[in-house]
């Protein structure tokens, strides 16, 4: 009974990440859609055209956000991989130079 629960633990991890990395889209799309919102009714508010692009500012911003933190944790995961000892053997020599 013990060694089902490991086996699904891992199956279980594997949807887990695949669904944080495909939210990245969708949270793209989300963060401008919510500027945008957000700027027409700033401008229905308000009266002035520019409060809407101010929204669609704010929108990119929040996207080109969350991709930088995507980034970071992508990082942050290859640099573990780093510190592994599986990995050792590997160097970082660039194209063509022989070792």
């Given at each position: 009974?013990?060694?089902?629960?490991?086996?699904?633990?891992?199956?279980?991890?594997?949807?887990?990440?695949?669904a944080y990395d495909l939210s990245l889209g969708i949270?793209?799309?989300?963060?401008?859609?919510?500027?945008v919102g957000l700027g027409y009714g700033m401008r229905s508010l308000f009266g002035y055209e520019w409060l809407?692009?101010?929204g669609v500012f704010w929108g990119v911003g929040g996207a080109i956000l969350n991709i930088y933190?995507?980034?970071r944790k992508q990082v942050k995961a290859f640099e573990e991989y780093a510190e592994d000892p599986r990995y050792k053997n590997y160097s970082q020599s660039k194209p063509g130079e022989d070792e």
């Open positions: 009974m013990q060694e089902r629960k490991e086996e699904a633990k891992p199956t279980t991890k594997k949807v887990v990440e695949g949270s793209i799309v989300v963060a401008v859609l919510i500027g809407f692009w101010l933190k995507a980034y």
